[in-house]
């Protein structure tokens, strides 16, 4: 049977704060891939292979600041936890027939603190630019995607893509 999904919306903690209805947007970043291109003698084309994984940059708006987001973005020394949790909406042809948790795990600091605009009548946001140092994505309970690049974990439907190169390395 043919399903369609939505996922909108979503709450956002900080270091375990509800900061509902002050974020008013969070980007998660990509997990990039290093390639290197590849050509040898008896191949008939060129090809790319991974390395090693990017740094991962992501943003954050929050809208109206209070002091609790201008302490977020200068603690550019200590890292945060920062948590979105959605729900996961799944239909079929008969209507809606699951609802499921989606929670994105960061660990990030602030890459600047960041000036803040005053407009009349608009409320004022603070822009911020994350460095993030590990990630994880968990669905209905079950973790899809970790990645750690400092404590050397990548893991993908919690089967260790690294576990043979630590091995082999001796770390």
């Known amino acids: 049977m043919n399903k369609s999904t939505q996922l909108s919306n979503a709450n956002v903690y900080i270091n375990g704060a509800n900061w509902a209805g002050v974020t008013e947007e969070v980007q998660v970043p990509e997990v990039m891939v290093n390639m290197v291109e590849r050509t040898a003698l008896g191949m008939i084309g060129q090809i790319e292979l991974p390395t090693s994984f990017q740094k991962m940059e992501g943003k954050m708006t929050i809208i109206s600041p209070q002091a609790d987001a ?102």
């Open 70 to 171: 201008w302490a977020f973005a200068a603690r550019v020394f200590e890292s945060s936890q920062i948590q979105l949790r959605y729900n996961l909406e799944v239909y079929d042809s008969t209507g809606r027939t699951q609802q499921l948790p989606v929670v994105i795990f960061m660990t990030a600091t602030s890459k600047k603190i960041p000036s803040i605009t005053a407009k009349q009548n608009e409320d004022s946001k603070l822009e911020l630019d994350l460095n993030i140092t590990a990630l994880k994505y968990v669905v209905d309970g079950a973790d899809v995607i970790e990645y750690d690049p400092i404590a050397g974990i990548y893991k993908v439907n919690g089967v260790d893509q690294m576990a043979q190169f630590r091995a082999n390395t001796g770390i």
